[in-house]
């Protein structure tokens, strides 16, 4: 592949989510799909900021200084304010993980629809294709939260904690283009399988679904975009 087809490639990962509300303004029966994960996640942050608001956000924040206060000894004040934003990107991509988690059933419905809004077919329905989907969706779910925990791990170690960013994107990337993989039945290889044959797509997908989590406001609409743009980005639609 050539560096234009590379970033080609990349763009059309990375604005799969932008380009997934046309599809929405498209198909008005997206709405209601679309409306649900958005209910839960703003129940979610509104619990967090709560959760801010009596204090937690402090003790957290005391308790991290704590145990890492000597590991990061350059002075209080920058220290506070790296443990700050640091502590504040993981409570974010916890939480993200936590809603995604939440919201499963109801992204899955939203992914389905999405792939008839593309007009494309949309495997059968029955009772064990059922059952075989959740134990695919179950794997994916303990391996997306291992590596979710892994990178998070790396991301407190200095100068390599930047590493943690592109490894976070592709697991973001896991994420949301197994809603239509596992209704094909790709269990864990398949998709890993796929990532790898996609990765200039996967990044750029996962990038921008991390960013749009990570925005306030913008967030409310971040998992049923990125519900969406997965399965656009696993079609290449």
């Not at 590379?6 to 599809?23: A, I, K, T």
């Not at 059922?130 to 779910?141: C, G, Q, Y």
């Amino acid at each position: 592949m050539t560096l234009a087809s590379r970033f080609e490639d990349f763009w059309s990962g990375f604005s799969s989510p932008f380009r997934s509300l046309e599809l929405l303004l498209r198909d008005p029966g997206l709405f209601t799909l679309f409306i649900l994960p958005m209910s839960i996640t703003l129940t979610a942050i509104s619990i967090a900021v709560y959760g801010v608001l009596i204090g937690v956000w402090s003790a957290a924040k005391a308790l991290f200084l704590s145990w890492f206060g000597n590991a990061f000894a350059v002075g209080s004040g920058i220290l506070a304010a790296l443990a700050g934003l640091l502590l504040g990107w993981i409570a974010i991509l916890v939480l993200n993980q936590l809603i995604q988690l939440l919201s499963s059933p109801f992204n899955d419905l939203l992914a389905e629809r999405t792939e008839k809004a593309l007009g494309e077919p949309v495997p059968p329905f029955s009772f064990g294709h059922l059952i075989a989907v959740f134990w695919i969706d179950l794997r994916k779910t303990v391996l997306v939260l291992f590596l979710t925990g892994s990178f998070l791990l790396i991301g407190l170690i200095p100068i390599f904690g930047i590493l943690s960013v592109p490894g976070l994107a592709f697991v973001q990337a896991l994420t949301f283009v197994s809603y239509p993989q596992s209704r094909r039945k790709h269990g864990i290889r398949e998709s890993l399988r796929w990532i790898g044959a996609n990765p200039e797509r996967s990044l750029g997908f996962g990038l921008a679904s991390l960013l749009l989590f990570s925005i306030p406001v913008l967030n409310l609409f971040a998992l049923p975009l990125s519900v969406m743009a997965g399965t656009k980005t696993f079609l290449k639609k």
